[in-house]
T-cell receptor
Framework: ETGVTQSPTHLIKTRGQQVTLRCSSQ?????VSWYQQALGQGPQFIFQ???????GRGNFPPRFSGLQFPNYSSELNVNALELDDSALYLC??????????????FGSGTRLTVV | GENVGLHLPTLSVQEGDNSIINCAYS??????FIWYKQESGKGPQFIID?????DKRQGQRVTVLLNKTVKHLSLQIAATQPGDSAVYFC???????????FGTGTQLKVEL
């Protein structure tokens, strides 16, 4: 059973640019959630995808968008990057309805630096 | 504001001692809590969870205590080891479904 994989592991972008981060969900999982973790802070929920549609969103502007594909993998896109977007972006996969942690697995994240 | 929060940002303990990490929450309706461990360069890893119908749950070297009266939970790590050095978060699925709200976290440093 493979876990959650994210790519790339590190990325440096310039302010104003666009970025796409990728996540492959764990086998058997159909839901992907994205979190932003600023340095020294806890992860903050961005949004969740289920059945290729957004299924809940946190307090993030529309320039944060996502996709989920038929194989349940997902992308996070951020447009018009700002310096404050520098953070660790975490992807977590789960089975919809699995409210316990036993069905919730995090990837190691993508470290995004905006300069 | 956030539903969960941590009392201390950093905790230093001697190897072999017990560690206690605290967490407060504000939503009386919260009925399920999870503790995560996050090592440097990695994503959060599940440690232990507890439902509100319990006040204590034990795992391997870890115990979680829940006090619903004062909306407080704690993670106790017995015989702390260098490998326990990490940031610890409590989390609460306040958003329903599979969405988690995390606290700021406590950095645990184990001194040899």
């Amino acid at each position: 059973e493979t876990g959650v994989t994210q790519s790339p592991t590190h990325l440096i972008k310039t302010r104003g640019q666009q970025v796409t981060l990728r996540c492959s969900s764990q086998s058997g999982h159909n839901t992907v959630s994205w979190y932003q973790q600023a340095l020294g802070q806890g992860p903050q929920f961005i949004f969740q995808y289920y059945r290729e549609e957004e299924n809940g969103r946190g307090n993030f502007p529309p320039r944060f968008s996502g996709l989920q594909f038929p194989n349940y993998s997902s992308e996070l896109n951020v447009n018009a990057l700002e310096l404050d977007d520098s953070a660790l972006y975490l992807c977590a996969s789960s089975r919809q309805g699995a409210v316990t942690n036993y069905g919730y697995t995090f990837g190691s994240g993508t470290r995004l630096t905006v300069v | 504001g956030e539903n969960v929060g941590l009392h201390l940002p950093t905790l230093s303990v001697q190897e072999g001692d017990n560690s206690i990490i605290n967490c407060a929450y504000s939503n009386s309706a919260s009925d399920y809590f999870i503790w995560y461990k996050q090592e440097s360069g990695k994503g959060p890893q599940f440690i232990i969870d507890i439902r509100s119908n319990m006040d204590k749950r034990q795992g391997q070297r870890v115990t979680v205590l829940l006090n619903k009266t004062v909306k407080h939970l704690s993670l106790q790590i017995a015989a702390t080891q260098p490998g326990d050095s990490a940031v610890y978060f409590c989390a609460d699925p306040t958003g329903g479904g599979n969405k988690l709200t995390f606290g700021t976290g406590t950095q645990l440093k184990v001194e040899l």
